[in-house]
């Protein structure tokens, strides 16, 4: 989350990772749940007894509302100027990044300008968190209750004893950093998850029932510990990974590999072939098949395989020391919506055929009420 400042100075993992904030913040994760659940519905169109939805827009919304509960509380995200401006954000930076690839270097601050209308996002985002991590922040009226289980609260409070972190500009630059990444690739990795569950039905009912089983009330514990689910989830994006190349990394000297056969030269950036590695046929049998149970455990003395394990033959989150700390808020939202739909629907796309023809981004899916 922070750089190598604070991932590689052995403090406590498990409160870099912020695990026990989640488990706090998951009540009021699921109330905006339904809530901004709530509010998609009422952009669908019922017709036999069937809600009809754009998927990428359901999940951007669902993604977007809960994982900004996560990073900034309940308060400043139920202010619709800030929520649009966080998702608007994350739109800017991918639409800059797109013209970026087709711009000489000396105009990218002329499209930049044109394509965020001067950073109007931006410049929003910035002015509540240079307040609330700077001059405000004794006077940042969200509820105790949710406060302190927050991104922004936290990451102001260790930041406050590291001189390379003060200053609320340097805070808040970083916290747009780590929102950017944080909006864009769950809401993307739910995409590709409800587009493969739409088109196994099968696995719905599989799903569903392993959700039942957890009994009335599905709590945090229970969604952490769901073999069928996140056997699933891994396998379908070890399908559809976001990075095909992962874990970028600059030499600051050169580097001979120990066999002679490679050197790396100063400057040079090296990467993770993280997506030759997920379809190699030595690690993963018939690599290119959709198998929704090949993470499942063996046997019943294996450990099981979860969605947040990091591992050099599943690189989605990069490896060692620098693993993303952010998988475990990532998992939660996966995982939360997807239970929440599991439980309440039957799901199918309208266009049987967009997830294969390439056009499961512009699908739209009907879901059925289970009785």
């Known amino acids: 989350m922070f750089g190598f400042k604070h991932t590689m100075n052995n403090l406590d993992h498990n409160r870099i990772d912020h695990k026990v904030d989640l488990e706090g913040l998951y009540p009021y994760l699921l109330v905006r749940f339904n809530y901004a659940f709530y509010e998609e519905l009422q952009h669908g169109r019922a017709e036999n007894g069937e809600m009809t939805l754009s998927m990428a827009h359901i999940c951007r919304k669902l993604s977007s509302r809960m994982m900004s509960l996560i990073f900034f509380g309940d308060k400043l995200t139920s202010n619709e100027k800030f929520s649009a401006a966080l998702l608007q954000y994350s739109r800017d930076m991918i639409n800059c990044m797109m013209a970026f690839q087709v711009t000489p270097g000396f105009l990218s601050p002329i499209v930049h300008f044109i394509i965020t209308k001067r950073g109007r996002a931006m410049?929003?985002?910035?002015?509540?968190?240079?307040?609330?991590?700077?001059?405000?922040?004794?006077?940042?009226?969200?509820?105790?209750?949710?406060?302190?289980?927050?991104?922004?609260?936290?990451?102001?409070?260790?930041?406050?004893?590291?001189?390379?972190?003060?200053?609320?500009?340097?805070?808040?630059?970083?916290?747009?950093?780590?929102?950017?990444?944080?909006?864009?690739?769950?809401?993307?990795?739910l995409h590709f998850i409800?587009?493969?569950?739409?088109?196994?039905?099968?696995?719905?009912?599989?799903?569903?029932?392993?959700?039942?089983?957890?009994?009335?009330?599905?709590?945090?514990?229970?969604?952490?510990?769901?073999?069928?689910?996140?056997?699933?989830?891994?396998?379908?994006?070890?399908?559809?990974?976001?990075?095909?190349?992962?874990?970028?990394?600059?030499?600051?000297?050169?580097?001979?590999?120990?066999?002679?056969?490679?050197?790396?030269?100063?400057?040079?950036?090296?990467?993770?072939?993280?997506?030759?590695?997920?379809?190699?046929?030595?690690?993963?049998?018939?690599?290119?098949?959709?198998?929704?149970?090949?993470?499942?455990?063996?046997?019943?003395?294996?450990?099981?395989?979860?969605?947040?394990?990091?591992?050099?033959?599943?690189?989605?989150?990069?490896?060692?020391?620098?693993?993303?700390?952010?998988?475990?808020?990532?998992?939660?939202?996966?995982?939360?919506?997807?239970?929440?739909?599991?439980l309440k629907y039957d799901m199918r796309l309208l266009n049987g055929n967009a997830r294969k023809n390439g056009h499961g981004k512009l699908s739209r899916f009907r879901m059925s009420q289970l009785e």
């Not at 993963?284 to 149970?293: I, N, R, W």
């Open 123 to 189: 410049h929003i985002l910035q002015s509540h968190f240079y307040d609330i991590m700077g001059p405000g922040r004794e006077n940042w009226d969200e509820p105790e209750a949710i406060k302190p289980y927050t991104i922004i609260h936290n990451m102001t409070n260790l930041g406050s004893s590291s001189r390379y972190w003060d200053g609320a500009d340097v805070k808040s630059q970083n916290l747009l950093g780590v929102w950017f990444a944080a909006s864009h690739q769950p809401w993307m990795n």
């Open 194 to 342: 409800l587009l493969e569950l739409c088109a196994q039905p099968d696995w719905q009912v599989r799903l569903r029932q392993e959700l039942e089983g957890c009994g009335d009330f599905l709590d945090y514990d229970n969604l952490r510990n769901l073999p069928f689910l996140d056997s699933l989830i891994k396998e379908t994006l070890r399908l559809n990974p976001l990075d095909t190349l992962g874990v970028r990394r600059k030499a600051v000297e050169a580097y001979t590999f120990t066999d002679g056969s490679v050197t790396v030269p100063r400057g040079a950036t090296i990467c993770v072939p993280a997506g030759d590695i997920l379809h190699d046929a030595q690690i993963y049998a018939q690599p290119d098949q959709f198998e929704g149970t090949r993470f499942l455990p063996k046997s019943t003395q294996s450990r099981p395989s979860r969605f947040t394990d990091v591992s050099h033959e599943y690189p989605m989150w990069g490896y060692g020391s620098l693993a993303c700390p952010g998988r475990f808020h990532a998992e939660l939202v996966i995982k939360m919506v997807l239970s929440q739909l599991l």
